[in-house]
């Protein structure tokens, strides 16, 4: 039977329950009618394990702002550092929404969800988001890519976009006869990871794919640069030059792929990935080990990245060093651009803790009872199930959008410090962070549970300081516990 190839690209998924988007007539500016900053409940919330106060700014054209100020028990602060919204662009070639999700079931059951949402500079400035993600499913395989324009380039978002769903179509199509199930059927665990350090065959093949997709991608960006040269519709963005370069279509791209595979009747996770530029993509084991699967770019300057562009950068020889293959017993693979992966820096453990806290607000889960929550908290802290089930530590924040909105969102700093432990334990806990699943009160959007949806909001809300970028991120989870 021939193995099924499914693309899921943002061009055709059809919209999610609750998905938003800007139409024409939402593409307008407006003049501001109030300025003010919102502070939340609680004046110490983390991310991670960043200690911080939280004050979110708005700048919003809303007559319904002061019904929202009064939902903010601190009430309003001295005015200072607005933040601007304003629309995505509709007169520049091939905007990008202001935001998007999607989520599927692999080939293996995992669940498989991602997400992007349009930086607070852009939304302040309103440019457009730079950062593109695609995935899909090629027999046992699952292909992920996401990519992040250069914010100093005008048409970064573009070969973003083009360079994700080059590589995703390449892989799709060579992946699909890859049968490495066949050729590892009859080897241990342990036989597998010897074939991973030796790459021999079937992982060099596959390796060769996978060098070969980003090459493909390379080739595309500088085919749209080529096509559009000349183009007036590109060329009166460019400040007064001429011509376009194919620098101008700059962005990272990281790549992931992921199998499972039965060995002895053994089910065991490959990964591959591979990156140029920053971002990061995170493996979390059964057990809660964290694997960094990136080695992250760095340019002539302190803070610069590569890109693809590049044609130093796909060269073989330089991809080889950035190649990771790993076997494993697979919770949680992560796929993100630099917008989330520097909130949670260092990335090792604090990617560890991004995982805690998208089970903290429901984005993920793991199939645990309630009752085999409750029996294990019962045994294991004086404190009884009810109480820990009241223990929101809810966050508030608003939402900058063209209608601001208040969003609750838990912290594994602030729900640790509820439940009295710390938050090696509370991470180290898949029960404890289940239990929040089970309060009375939730975060994000209530009643909503499209799990992409969620996402996508909790993106475009948690707060770190100094954090304005855009921001995307896929994962790729088994909500089995063991």
Same mark, same amino acid.
Not at 120 to 140: M, P, Y
Not at 258 to 264: G, P, R
Not at 277 to 302: C, F, H, P, R, W
Not at 444 to 466: F, I
């Given at each position: 039977?021939?193995?099924?190839?499914?693309?899921?690209?943002?061009?055709?998924?059809?919209?999610?329950?609750?998905?938003?988007?800007?139409?024409?007539?939402? +593409?307008?500016?407006?003049?501001?009618?109030?300025?003010?900053?919102?502070?939340? %409940?609680?004046?110490?919330?983390?991310?991670?394990?960043?200690?911080?106060?939280?004050? #979110? !700014?708005?700048?919003?054209?809303?007559?319904?702002?002061?019904?929202?100020?009064?939902?903010?028990?601190?009430?309003?602060?001295?005015?200072?550092?607005?933040?601007?919204?304003?629309?995505?662009?509709?007169?520049?070639?091939?905007?990008?929404?202001?935001?998007?999700? +999607?989520?599927?079931?692999?080939?293996?059951?995992?669940?498989?969800?991602?997400?992007?949402?349009?930086?607070?500079?852009?939304?302040?400035?309103?440019?457009?988001?730079?950062?593109?993600?695609?995935?899909? $499913?090629?027999? *046992?395989?699952?292909?992920?890519?996401?990519?992040?324009?250069?914010?100093?380039?005008?048409?970064?978002?573009?070969?973003?976009? =083009?360079?994700?769903?080059?590589?995703?179509?390449?892989?799709?199509?060579?992946?699909?006869?890859?049968?490495?199930?066949?050729?590892?059927?009859?080897?241990? @665990?342990?036989?597998?990871?010897?074939?991973?350090?030796?790459?021999?065959?079937?992982?060099?093949?596959?390796?060769?794919?996978?060098?070969?997709?980003?090459?493909?991608?390379?080739?595309?960006?500088?085919?749209?640069?080529?096509?559009?040269?000349?183009?007036?519709?590109?060329?009166?963005?460019?400040?007064?030059? +001429?011509?376009?370069?194919?620098?101008? $279509?700059?962005?990272?791209?990281?790549?992931?792929?992921?199998?499972?595979?039965? !060995?002895?009747?053994?089910?065991?996770?490959? #990964? $591959?990935?591979?990156?140029?530029?920053?971002?990061?993509? =995170?493996?979390?084991? *059964?057990?809660?080990?964290?694997?960094?699967?990136?080695?992250?770019?760095?340019?002539?300057?302190?803070?610069?990245?590569?890109?693809?562009?590049?044609?130093? *950068?796909?060269?073989?020889?330089?991809?080889?060093?950035?190649?990771?293959?790993?076997?494993?017993?697979?919770?949680?693979?992560?796929?993100?651009?630099?917008?989330?992966?520097?909130?949670?820096?260092?990335?090792?453990?604090?990617?560890?803790?991004?995982? =805690?806290?998208?089970?903290?607000?429901?984005?993920?889960?793991?199939?645990?009872?309630?009752?085999?929550? #409750?029996? $294990?908290?019962?045994?294991?802290?004086?404190?009884?199930?009810?109480?820990?089930? =009241?223990?929101?530590?809810?966050?508030? #924040?608003?939402?900058?959008?063209?209608?601001?909105?208040?969003?609750?969102?838990?912290?594994?700093?602030? @729900?640790?410090?509820?439940?009295?432990?710390?938050?090696?334990?509370?991470?180290?806990?898949? %029960?404890?962070?289940? !239990?929040?699943?089970?309060?009375?009160?939730?975060?994000?959007?209530?009643?909503?549970?499209?799990?992409?949806?969620?996402? +996508?909001?909790?993106?475009?809300?948690?707060?770190?300081?100094?954090?304005?970028?855009?921001?995307?991120?896929?994962?790729?989870?088994?909500?089995?516990?063991?």
């Amino acid at each position: 039977m021939k193995n099924e190839t499914i693309e899921m690209s943002e061009d055709n998924a059809n919209p999610l329950p609750g998905a938003t988007s800007l139409d024409a007539k939402d +593409k307008t500016d407006s003049p501001v009618q109030a300025q003010t900053i919102i502070s939340t %409940q609680n004046p110490n919330i983390a991310v991670g394990n960043k200690e911080m106060n939280e004050q #979110v !700014c708005i700048e919003a054209s809303t007559p319904n702002l002061e019904s929202l100020i009064e939902l903010s028990p601190t009430g309003p602060l001295m005015r200072t550092n607005f933040w601007a919204y304003k629309p995505v662009p509709n007169n520049q070639p091939e905007p990008h929404s202001e935001d998007f999700s +999607k989520s599927a079931v692999c080939p293996d059951g995992y669940k498989l969800i991602g997400a992007r949402a349009r930086g607070k500079t852009h939304k302040h400035e309103g440019t457009n988001c730079d950062d593109w993600f695609e995935f899909g $499913f090629s027999g *046992k395989w699952t292909v992920i890519a996401v990519a992040d324009g250069a914010g100093s380039k005008p048409y970064s978002r573009i070969g973003a976009k =083009a360079a994700c769903k080059k590589a995703v179509a390449y892989l799709l199509e060579t992946l699909k006869e890859t049968q490495i199930e066949e050729y590892l059927k009859g080897s241990t @665990y342990g036989e597998i990871k010897l074939l991973i350090d030796k790459q021999a065959w079937p992982f060099e093949n596959i390796t060769k794919m996978i060098f070969n997709a980003f090459s493909e991608a390379h080739k595309e960006v500088h085919r749209i640069a080529n096509e559009k040269t000349l183009d007036p519709g590109y060329l009166s963005h460019l400040g007064g030059r +001429k011509e376009l370069s194919v620098n101008d $279509f700059s962005s990272t791209l990281l790549v992931a792929i992921h199998a499972n595979i039965k !060995c002895l009747n053994e089910p065991t996770d490959i #990964v $591959f990935s591979c990156n140029v530029g920053d971002g990061a993509i =995170a493996i979390l084991d *059964k057990n809660g080990s964290l694997n960094l699967a990136t080695i992250a770019d760095s340019g002539e300057y302190s803070g610069e990245t590569d890109f693809l562009t590049s044609t130093d *950068k796909i060269l073989e020889k330089n991809l080889r060093l950035k190649l990771k293959v790993n076997a494993l017993k697979l919770r949680s693979l992560m796929v993100m651009t630099d917008g989330v992966a520097d909130d949670y820096y260092p990335n090792d453990p604090e990617l560890k803790y991004l995982c =805690a806290d998208l089970m903290l607000n429901r984005i993920i889960k793991l199939n645990i009872p309630e009752q085999d929550i #409750v029996s $294990f908290i019962n045994s294991n802290k004086p404190r009884t199930s009810n109480d820990l089930f =009241a223990a929101d530590a809810l966050e508030k #924040v608003m939402r900058l959008t063209a209608n601001p909105y208040e969003v609750t969102y838990r912290t594994i700093s602030s @729900y640790s410090r509820a439940l009295g432990i710390t938050i090696e334990e509370l991470v180290n806990s898949p %029960q404890l962070l289940m !239990c929040a699943h089970c309060s009375k009160n939730q975060p994000l959007s209530g009643n909503n549970t499209d799990a992409s949806e969620m996402l +996508k909001e909790w993106l475009d809300s948690y707060y770190v300081r100094g954090s304005f970028d855009d921001r995307t991120l896929v994962i790729l989870h088994d909500e089995e516990l063991t």
